[in-house]
């Protein structure tokens, strides 16, 4: 007769945190889970919420019973939103503000511009009658309304990437130097990505690199940019986004 000596033990696995356990593909409850069996290569899968799935095939021995390991903490969620304020560099300066959030990765923001500059000193003609001809001088500050939509794609338990597409509305007003008004707009189509860094529970760094061409322009605005660099660049260039977030 021939006998088959096997190597058997009470083996119990734990986490931090408490875990549901899949055990060689079968749903054992949660963590602490104590079984008998014989030493050998086990498929173990530990899920916990907010934190990196573990699914790793382990060898437990009889000379080591128990195993245990920490689950690393996942920042990033597929669905979450997220609020921040910071500023927005390139053809148009402002500071800005942004609600957004993430539906499965499905990324939808809409952001509010405040303008920090001015343009150069216009003149307009100004055709009267008589002795009253004469130039009249203005200066115009813009702000803006962004919507956005992408797909996050995210990179280990902190980082994630988000290309996008958007439209801008840049609402450009003028002050007329006799108290009157000027006003135009320029809208704007967008492409580019947003760049997450959670440095600890809820609270972030952000950066949005993002390139704007105008497809739809006032007249006035076709006038004011044929004059004036900066008010062409509030409908079209390169702008970065960069400030602090708040994660949801």
């Known amino acids: 007769a021939s006998f088959t000596l096997r190597d058997f033990a009470n083996f119990k696995i734990t986490s931090s945190p408490k875990a549901r356990l899949t055990l060689n593909g079968e749903d054992k409850g949660s963590t602490p889970y104590t079984f008998e069996g014989a030493s050998g290569e086990y498929d173990i899968r530990l899920t916990a919420p907010k934190c990196q799935t573990f699914h790793k095939k382990v060898q437990l021995k009889s000379s080591e019973p128990n195993f245990h390991t ?21 053809s148009l300066m402002a500071l800005e503000g942004t609600l957004g959030m993430y ?3 499905v990324n939808v923001e809409a952001s509010y511009l405040l303008g920090m500059e001015k343009s150069e000193d216009i003149y307009w003609n100004y055709t009267g009658t008589g002795d009253d001809q004469h130039p009249i001088l203005c200066t115009y500050k813009p702000t803006a309304y962004g919507l956005k ?11 994630r990437v988000t290309p996008q ?16 008004e000027s006003k135009c707009n320029v809208s704007s189509a967008t492409i580019g990505a947003r760049l997450d ?12 690199p993002e390139l704007g061409f ?7 605005y076709e006038q004011l940019s044929e004059v004036s660099s900066k008010i062409k660049g509030w409908g079209n260039g390169f702008n970065i986004r960069i400030g602090l977030c708040l994660f949801f």
């Open 70 to 90: 920490s689950l690393l903490r996942q920042y990033q969620q597929k669905t979450s939103g997220y609020v921040h304020a910071g500023l927005h560099a390139g």
């Open 103 to 105: 539906l499965a990765n």
């Open 149 to 159: 939509l992408g797909y996050g794609i995210i990179i280990g338990t902190r980082m």
């Open 165 to 180: 597409v958007g439209a801008t509305i840049v609402a450009i007003n003028g002050d007329v130097e006799d108290g009157g």
């Open 197 to 208: 860094y959670v440095v600890t529970s809820g609270f972030g760094l952000y950066a949005a």
């Open 214 to 220: 105008a497809v739809s322009k006032s007249d006035v």
